[in-house]
């Protein structure tokens, strides 16, 4: 499989190129500054410069074509509203235009659980940007894309498990960043598991498992 990444020197994107890079899977990885170009290529992955803020559909177009897949796990990362509206928010319409332009019919987005950080100190930025992202998840179910939309819970850096829960609907807790990729690798791999929104946090079912439940 030939997968285009857009977030690819993320936290999820450089674990999700390593794991896809040892399955045999070609890799491409869209980068916007020059040092993350090296942190995709040392995942397996070959860099491509891109921005979606600047970028056009077409621009983006001209990148994916010759891909199966597309998986976006980019994001402003608390850059500010603007950055948010621009990038989860319009980078993703674009990105899904842009797959159906180039004929990548499989597209995987990583979203945000909804239940996420509430009763806390989440601030006026924060539901900005859960709001962005839920009309991000809605435009890309309106596509006729094979997608499938990924929320996971609160994202931790510490070693996966290898072991998560995953439903439409779950209660909200914690999931690894290895655990988030594992998830990605072994669903972009089943064509059943096709337009369904995944919750998924840390639990006890190895995710292989996980993913085969869920394509019934």
């Not at 500010?80 to 235009?97: H, N, P, Y």
């Not at 990729?181 to 995710?207: C, K, M, Q, Y």
Request: net charge negative.
């Amino acid at each position: 499989m030939k997968v285009f990444q857009i977030g690819a020197a993320g936290g999820v994107g450089r674990r999700l190129t390593q794991l896809l890079a040892a399955r045999g899977d070609s890799v491409t990885g869209m980068h916007r500054r020059t040092d993350q170009g090296e942190t995709v290529r040392e995942s397996g992955g070959t860099p491509v410069a891109g921005d979606l803020i600047n970028d056009s559909v077409d621009d983006l177009a001209q990148k994916m074509r010759g891909h199966d897949a597309v998986v976006f796990s980019a994001g402003a990362h608390g850059t500010g509203s603007d950055k948010t509206t621009l990038i989860d928010g319009k980078g993703l319409r674009k990105a899904a235009d842009a797959a159906v332009l180039a004929g990548a019919t499989r597209f995987v987005l990583v979203s945000v659980f909804p239940d996420a950080l509430r009763g806390g100190e989440a601030g006026e930025g924060f539901e900005h940007y859960i709001k962005v992202k839920k009309s991000a998840d809605v435009y890309l179910t309106c596509t006729d894309l094979d997608w499938l939309i990924v929320r996971p819970g609160t994202l931790l850096d510490t070693p996966g498990s290898g072991r998560v829960t995953a439903g439409p609907a779950v209660e909200y807790g914690d999931v690894h960043r290895d655990d988030v990729a594992a998830f990605i690798d072994a669903a972009l791999h089943e064509p059943a598991l096709s337009r369904v929104i995944v919750e998924l946090t840390s639990g006890d079912t190895p995710v292989a498992d996980a993913v085969a439940r869920l394509a019934v």
